[in-house]
């Protein structure tokens, strides 16, 4: 059996965080989606005050920025802390076909869903052949 010192622990809980971290994407995972007219994108945000939330569009990149806090109580001392903690960033660079001036956010049990209509020029349209 290999005991492991404290030190030994340590390391792995820090090398954990640091891989771990490139594949969490900041702790905000997302999926995005079309429905008709309107894109979608959903990004996890469990356990984030809702006024700590900031969405900006700048050139067509959207930026979602929001801080997830531990609970702070008097007498409190964490056994086990996996769950992330701190700044959450997420960017994605959105299509020129996007009208990002008509972009709604809401935040629902834990998820915020942004929604942006398709703008009109970039809609399908039919062509009439002349004969």
């Known amino acids: 059996m290999l005991l492991r010192s ?3 622990r340590d390391l792995d809980h820090v090398t954990a965080r640091v891989f771990d971290s490139a594949t969490r994407n900041s702790g905000a995972r997302l999926d995005a989606y079309r429905i008709d007219d309107t894109f979608y994108i959903d990004i996890d945000l469990p356990g984030v005050d809702p006024a700590s939330i900031d969405v900006t569009v700048d050139r067509k990149v959207l930026t979602v920025r929001a801080e997830r806090r531990r609970p702070e109580q008097e007498g409190l001392r964490m056994l086990v ?3 992330p903690t701190g700044p959450i960033t997420r960017q994605v660079f959105l299509s020129e076909t996007l009208d990002t001036d008509r972009l709604e956010a809401r935040y629902d049990n834990g998820v915020l ?3 942006i ?3 009109e020029q970039a809609k399908p349209r039919k062509i009439a052949v002349a004969v």
């Open 6 to 8: 404290a030190t030994v």
């Open 81 to 83: 802390a996996e769950r």
């Open 113 to 115: 869903t942004l929604s």
């Open 117 to 119: 209509p398709v703008v």
